[in-house]
């Protein structure tokens, strides 16, 4: 047959890209017809009978015969006298089947044929990556660095498929080399054109929560529950852990003796301080608990409003808030409460919104950011702190304690 190397090749695309018998058969199909179209304007009037273990390819066109000069369409009629060289008895209104050879097509259609045909293995192979890897979204994933870019890292795993790794789902503290092996979890696969972009996150919280079930046999078995995880990445985490068996102390299978079962997930993060505390449906002590390590003497609770306010001890408040605010802001998103701390005997104190007259908003929302968020817990204060600890001059922090000062002395 013509063109021997191209219909040999059917079967090397079926052994390379181990393609089933059926879906490859519908591709070359496919393929063909596309060059039918070209070559004679329609295909409705084609058979295509393909046998791609074998190698096999057959093409027949079917025609009409009309008279001689009463040719409309040379795709569907044929002339009396063209059909008679192939059979001498055919009659006006009888169909022809006649072969069409490959070289009929053209030298350069065939070429054109062929990159068709990996065009379209291509695409049957990347629609098989994005089915593989959307089953794969939430599952922890390892691969390898290949190239590292100033916005992503980019992994392949052991197939050669492509990983994205941008930098803003990298921990801050992530450094990778190349043949580095790297473990985050699927976060995202989108079709781009006719390829896979498939998304990889070491900062989301469901990263830790699988890392817990990985690292922890009680959580892999269901005997202990991930109730909520929140992260700063690479600073803090607070893990709310749950378990229906009495018996287990989910804290302690959790973390282990002397840390010893968390410490590789630390370690996997970045030395990410992680917090894990027990679950409970007793709002007052859920909060008291997320608070940890601080020990909370009261809680007060507008469930309207989803407001919390914790009085604690003097020495207990830095506790609270956390360096950078990081332990009050993660207790407020793993309990779904805003929470406000306070001082014991500072009833007092003065919220710090209620000076949204002389102070602007975005002042107010710095000194929040890290937990200061009522007039006391500024004044107690050292000016020189406040400016490390906020995005604020020293200017601007000496006003707003002036304009605080001044309430209480009146």
Not at 344 to 363: H, K, P, Q
Request: glycine share 6%; with cysteine.
């Amino acid at each position: 047959m013509e063109n021997l190397a191209l219909i040999e090749s059917f079967s090397e695309f079926k052994d390379d890209k181990l393609i089933d018998r059926v879906t490859l058969m519908a591709i070359l199909e496919d393929v063909f017809r596309n060059a039918l179209k070209k070559k004679f304007g329609d295909d409705d009037n084609f058979d295509i009978i393909i046998n791609p273990d074998k190698g096999d390819l057959e093409i027949w066109r079917n025609r009409i015969v009309v008279a001689d000069g009463e040719v409309e369409d040379p795709n569907q009629e044929i002339s009396l006298t063209e059909a008679r060289k192939i059979e001498p008895d055919f009659e006006v209104g009888e169909d022809v089947s006649e072969e069409v050879k490959l070289i009929d097509l053209g030298r350069r259609s065939i070429l054109a044929l062929r990159q068709n045909l990996i065009s379209k293995i291509h695409e049957h192979d990347n629609t098989n990556i994005y089915k593989q890897f959307k089953d794969l979204v939430g599952d922890i994933y390892t691969a390898e660095v290949h190239h590292i870019r100033h916005r992503a890292v980019i992994l392949l795993d052991d197939e050669g498929n492509e990983i994205i790794l941008p930098k803003e789902k990298q921990i801050p503290s992530d450094f990778f080399r190349k043949g580095d092996n790297v473990r985050g979890i699927i976060e995202s696969v989108e079709l781009k054109g006719n390829k896979p972009a498939i998304i990889m996150s070491r900062t989301a919280p469901e990263f830790l929560e699988k890392l817990f079930e990985q690292e922890i046999p009680e959580v892999f078995d269901g005997l202990i529950t991930i109730k909520n995880v929140v992260r700063i990445p690479g600073e803090k985490a607070k893990v709310a852990v749950d378990s229906y068996d009495d018996r287990i102390d989910p804290v302690g299978a959790c973390v282990g003796m002397k840390g010893s079962r968390i410490h590789g997930i630390v370690r996997e993060l970045g030395n990410e301080n992680i917090d894990v505390i027990n679950y409970t449906n007793n709002l007052q002590l859920y909060i008291t608990r997320a608070l940890s390590p601080a020990r909370v003497t009261s809680i007060k609770i507008d469930e309207e409003n989803k407001r919390a306010e914790a009085i604690l001890k003097p020495e207990e408040v830095s506790k609270a808030i956390g360096r950078g605010g990081h332990n009050i802001r993660l207790a407020g998103q793993l309990t779904g409460y805003e929470i406000d701390v306070f001082r014991e005997g500072a009833e007092e104190d003065v919220e710090l919104r209620e000076f949204s007259d002389e102070i602007e908003s975005w002042i107010i929302e710095e000194f929040n950011k890290v937990g200061l968020d009522t007039a006391k817990s500024i004044l107690e204060q050292d000016v020189q702190d406040l400016v490390k600890r906020t995005d604020l001059e020293e200017e601007t922090i000496i006003d707003v304690i002036r304009i605080l000062k001044e309430e209480f002395e009146d």
